[in-house]
């Protein structure tokens, strides 16, 4: 890995710091983190007092995967954010602290939001 990379890397893991200090998860508001690769994007919805995932979804899911088949990543992570509403509609979760994980909100991880709140979460 390039010096530059491993600056980039540093640089977003300190950022994921800084937010995770002020974005707590509780049994009643858990946290929704996203992280996203080159290539897919994964959601987990954290009770961060139980130390427990109660939700989890990515791109790789199967039924996630054949949805957003063939579209753009700004398209994916909405279908993305959308479905993982769904799956929290099923946990009766309503609302949730969003946790962009050191990301700039833009982009995919703002679409991933914008999919959520479309889907029924609250922020």
């Given at each position: 890995?390039?010096?530059?990379?491993?600056?980039?890397?540093?640089?977003?893991?300190?950022r994921?710091k800084?937010?995770?200090?002020?974005?707590?998860?509780?049994?009643?508001?858990?946290?929704?983190?996203?992280?996203?690769?080159n290539n897919?994007?994964?959601?987990?919805?954290?009770?961060d007092?139980?130390?427990?995932?109660l939700?989890?979804?990515?791109t790789?899911?199967?039924?996630?995967?054949?949805?957003?088949?063939?579209?753009?990543?700004?398209?994916?992570?909405?279908?993305?954010?959308?479905?993982?509403?769904?799956?929290?509609?099923?946990k009766?979760?309503?609302?949730v602290?969003?946790?962009?994980?050191?990301?700039?909100?833009?982009g995919?991880?703002?679409?991933?939001?914008?999919?959520?709140?479309?889907?029924?979460l609250?922020?």
């Amino acid at each position: 890995m390039s010096n530059i990379c491993k600056k980039k890397q540093e640089l977003r893991l300190r950022r994921q710091k800084s937010v995770r200090g002020r974005v707590r998860g509780t049994a009643d508001r858990p946290r929704l983190s996203v992280f996203r690769s080159n290539n897919h994007m994964y959601c987990q919805i954290i009770d961060d007092t139980n130390g427990t995932t109660l939700v989890a979804l990515s791109t790789l899911n199967s039924n996630v995967k054949a949805m957003v088949a063939g579209k753009k990543p700004v398209e994916q992570a909405n279908i993305l954010g959308k479905e993982l509403a769904k799956l929290c509609a099923e946990k009766s979760i309503s609302k949730v602290a969003f946790d962009r994980n050191g990301f700039i909100y833009h982009g995919r991880i703002e679409a991933v939001a914008a999919g959520a709140r479309e889907g029924g979460l609250d922020f």
